[in-house]
Each structure stands twice: as C-alpha cells, then as structure tokens.
C-alpha cells in the first residue's frame, strides 16, 4: 500500500509542478528534490508553522509512561511499527507505560484493519480523534511524542511537541531533521525495527535517558516565515 501511495504522490507531484513558474515546499529536502528530480528551478521554501530552534534544557520527569502519537490513520505513518512494538512491550513484567493514539478506529479501512489487529495489547490506548483543546491538553500531559512516520512534508507534530518542551522519538529519515532543527532531547530511531524501539521505550520507561541534542541549519533563501515574507518573494518572481 506505501510503495502504491508513494508512486500516485510522485506522479502527481511531477505533473503539477510543471504547470507553474513557481513551486513552494514546506522544507529544504523538498526543495532539493524538485530541483533535481522534476528539474524546477524556482522553489520556495515556505513554513508558516516554523518554530524558532532552541537548545535550552528544561528538567524532565526521570520515568516516561505516556507516549503520544498524535496522527490520522494513514499507512505511510507507520502504526505497525508500534503494534509490533507493543507485542514484546507486554511481555516485559517491568514495563508500565502507555503508546496513545489520537486516530478514530472507525475512520477509514486502514484504521479498522490496524485496531482490529492491535487492539488486545494493553501497552496501547486509543482515545480517539481529538479536538484542538482536547491535543492540546494531550500535549500537556503525556511525557514523550512518538513520531514514526515514513514520509511527511514537514511533520507538524514534531514542531508542536517542540512547543510544549516533549523530548521527541522519531524516524531517523530526513524530514526529521529539519523540523526538529536545533532541540535538547530527541531520538532518532529505525522506522522499521520493532525490537530496537521497543528496547529504548523499556529503557526510559525505566528511567534510563535515551535523548540528545541534534541541530540543523535553518532553509537557505528564498526561506518565507510569514505571509507576508511568501507575498513579498513572489512578486520578486
């Protein structure tokens, strides 16, 4: 199904792009693809959600129970690597944490194959789709993101999470990198190794810290934070 998506994304990215003068991305690894692999030579880099980078360092609970995932049910985000993951979590005595789901079980096929399958393992919660308080109030709570998806734009959850100071486990691919920028507790992980993941979530679930500091420039120009930086590039163009 992923490789199925990827090729009807690529598609219609090639036959869109060539029909403007202009393309704007939300990420420098984007751009970096369109100039090279549909040979488009204007691409502007623009994130209207972009979080000023920081190193600074807060004091985390020692113990991590509670690790969000907030996401919609699609398969290139990669919920199986959890389900597996969850299979040997449950198998460990000491183990007494928590991977929670924001998807609707009822919303597409995916989501129904994917809750059926997984649903009896106690190390996941699905708490359904959630209104913005109701994130909101997830973010404030839980102790950790969890963020395994594939593919993604720019993932918004990483920036979110950023905002509410989370330390950040995350797929070790290329997207990760740039949205995370400059931050003092993030993971990077395999996106396709249940047993490696599941051995860093029993380690901080035990108190053990598994988190580092990463950094990454901020987009070359042309590089738009606001509206109105978008507006003034284009008319440049």
């Known amino acids: 199904k992923f490789y199925i998506y990827s090729k009807i994304y690529t598609f219609f990215i090639r036959f869109l792009a060539k029909k403007n003068k202009s393309v704007i991305v939300q990420s420098e690894w984007m ?4 100039i090279k692999k549909y040979n488009i030579k204007s691409v502007i880099v623009a994130n209207l959600e972009y979080v000023p980078t920081t190193n600074k360092i807060e004091q ?3 113990k991590i129970k509670n690790f969000l995932y907030p996401s919609f049910p699609y398969v290139y985000k990669n919920f199986e690597l959890l389900g597996e993951c969850a299979k040997i979590l449950d198998q460990d005595p000491n183990w ?3 991977i929670i789901f924001t998807m609707d079980v009822n919303e597409n096929k995916y989501s129904k194959y994917f809750f059926e399958k997984y649903k009896k393992y106690n190390s996941l919660s699905f708490v359904g789709y959630q209104s913005q308080e109701g994130i909101k109030k997830l973010y404030e709570t839980c102790d950790a993101l969890i963020f395994t998806s594939l593919i993604e734009t720019w993932g918004l959850p990483l ?3 950023k905002k509410f100071n989370l330390p950040i486990i995350v797929s070790d691919l290329t997207y990760a990198y740039e949205t995370i920028g400059n931050y003092h507790s993030v ?3 395999d996106p396709h190794n249940a047993k490696n993941l599941a051995s860093k979530l029993i380690s901080c679930n035990q108190g053990e810290n598994i988190f580092s500091s990463t950094s990454h420039p901020r987009p070359s120009s042309p590089f738009a934070e606001t509206y109105k930086e978008l507006l003034d590039i284009m008319d440049t163009k």
């Not at 751009?31 to 369109?34: E, T, V």
């Open 159 to 161: 920036s979110e999470a």
């Open 96 to 98: 007494d944490g928590k």
């Open 60 to 62: 985390r609970k020692i």
């Open 187 to 189: 993971c990077f992980i």
């Open 31 to 34: 751009r970096n693809i369109f």
